[in-house]
């Protein structure tokens, strides 16, 4: 039986929309996460799909459109967007590429002009770009209208959750291979439902918890024995290598299969650090009063009221792993790195691994890209982040695309947080609370 009103209808952008009549392709930077983003841009009737898997000839591709000095997610969304343009039958008039910007403190705000700089000595200046910027907060995106803004982060969060449970599950699953499948037919029915659901928001919100709830049904049918004692580790760094099982060779998967269990910093949380930037520099700008703080101010408390409702459905599943807020991530990263004085996910990581080692992690591990100015800058404050955390082992994992022998690297690291965890003098808490994402 359908889930949705007879009533209900449905989205679509207009004619005239830059995007009409188009295909986008979404860089796959996190499993599910791509693919909800996909299913959302659908729901307003466009095209959307993730880039295909990446494997080596990305990798290959990427390497002979780049010089070697650029960071390596770019080489890997490069590679993929390369990738397409050698596929029967693409269409440059039709298709649009995906890629977020940002001013930054870093090379991120150079990766628009490299990629349509490339676009053009590769003979296709049709190919489109979507680029929406991170110090808007991402508003850009409302050019699709607020029901698209409001549908994009509906699925990012849902996104967020069904791979945190993912991460719950998976490590102690007693049958190999179930909570990947829970995962995968979840997100499955998230991207049906999302891209079927209608423009009413309390309608899509209630067919979006729904698909939820099935989720977690699954996720429950998953059998698992967690009486193992499993060291927790943190998972921070920059958000593309982070959540990019390839570019970052499956580091979470290899600390499960070698006894660990994982909290990986998510797509919201990023999100909400570009809102609460944005309002800072509204701020500092003097624009404190200004139409585009209010627009700033309702769009963080309506984001924030999307994901409370549904992280509801996982409430009990995630007591225990409760996501900070905003200003204490800030709180905890300012004696290292304070926000007015640096910006970007060093902030971010900093303050993270701070919060996760005060509930109880057993080590903390930032996954970075090889020469990224964020994790060269983290890497300099963890030592004494870590000294004044009991000696919680925090350890940089750098990626290029080469590797020498990982699971080496990951065993020597969990024996270190194993006997940690023997002295730690932080225990595992349970906050009971949702992460407030309103720009103070
Ligand atoms: S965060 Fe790191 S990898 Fe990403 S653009 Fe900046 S320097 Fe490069």
């Not at 490299?114 to 590769?122: A, V």
């Not at 997100?187 to 977690?216: F, G, M, N, P, W």
Request: include cysteine; charge should be negative; proline fraction near 5%.
């Amino acid at each position: 039986m359908s889930i949705f009103h007879h009533t209900c209808v449905r989205n679509t952008v207009p004619p005239h929309h830059p995007l009409y009549g188009k295909v986008v392709y979404v860089p796959a930077m996190a499993e599910g996460s791509a693919e909800a983003f996909s299913a959302a841009l659908r729901w307003m009737g466009i095209e959307a799909h993730p880039t295909p898997p990446s494997d080596e000839r990305t990798l290959e591709l990427g390497g002979k459109h780049t010089s070697g000095d650029e960071c390596y997610p770019l080489k890997v969304t490069v590679g993929d967007f390369v990738k397409i343009t050698e596929q029967p039958g693409f269409d440059p008039k039709r298709t649009v590429f995906m890629m977020a910007t940002g001013d930054g403190p870093c090379r991120f705000g150079q990766y628009v002009p490299f990629l349509q700089k490339l676009l053009e000595l590769l003979g296709c200046p049709e190919i489109g770009i979507f680029a929406p910027r991170t110090e808007h907060g991402y508003e850009a995106l409302g050019n699709f209208g607020t029901a698209f803004v409001r549908g994009a982060w509906r699925a990012l969060v849902s996104a967020d959750m069904l791979r945190k449970r993912l991460l719950r599950t998976r490590p102690y699953e007693l049958e190999p291979g179930a909570a990947d499948q829970a995962f995968g037919e979840s997100v499955q029915d998230l991207c049906e439902t999302l891209e079927r659901s209608c423009s009413a928001y309390d309608c899509q919100r209630k067919a979006i918890v729904e698909s939820l709830e099935r989720a977690r049904l699954r996720f429950e049918g998953v059998a698992t024995e967690e009486t193992q004692q499993r060291p927790l580790i943190g998972v921070v760094g920059e958000i593309f290598c982070r959540l990019n099982n390839f570019s970052n060779h499956d580091l979470v998967r290899r600390l499960e299969k070698q006894g660990a269990e994982c909290w990986i910093s998510d797509i919201a949380e990023w999100i909400g650090y570009a809102n609460q930037e944005a309002a800072r520099r509204l701020r500092l700008e003097g624009r404190a009063f200004s139409g585009d703080m209010l627009k700033c101010l309702l769009r963080s408390r309506i984001q924030h009221q999307d994901e409370h409702a549904l992280l509801e459905v996982f409430a009990d599943d995630f007591r225990g792993y409760e996501e900070p807020s905003y200003a204490e991530v800030m709180e905890l990263a300012r004696p290292y790195l304070p926000n007015y004085g640096a910006e970007g996910e060093m902030v971010m990581s900093v303050g993270k691994a701070g919060y996760l080692a005060r509930h109880g992690a057993d080590g903390i591990v930032d996954i970075s890209p090889f020469t990224c100015m964020n994790g060269i800058v983290s890497e300099a404050i963890y030592p004494r982040l870590s000294r004044d955390l009991g000696g919680i082992p925090i350890r940089n994992f750098y990626f290029d695309g080469t590797q020498s022998d990982l699971d080496r690297d990951v065993g020597i690291y969990l024996e270190l947080a194993r006997s940690y965890r023997e002295k730690k003098t932080y225990g595992r808490e349970r906050l009971g609370r949702a992460r407030p994402t309103v720009a103070a």
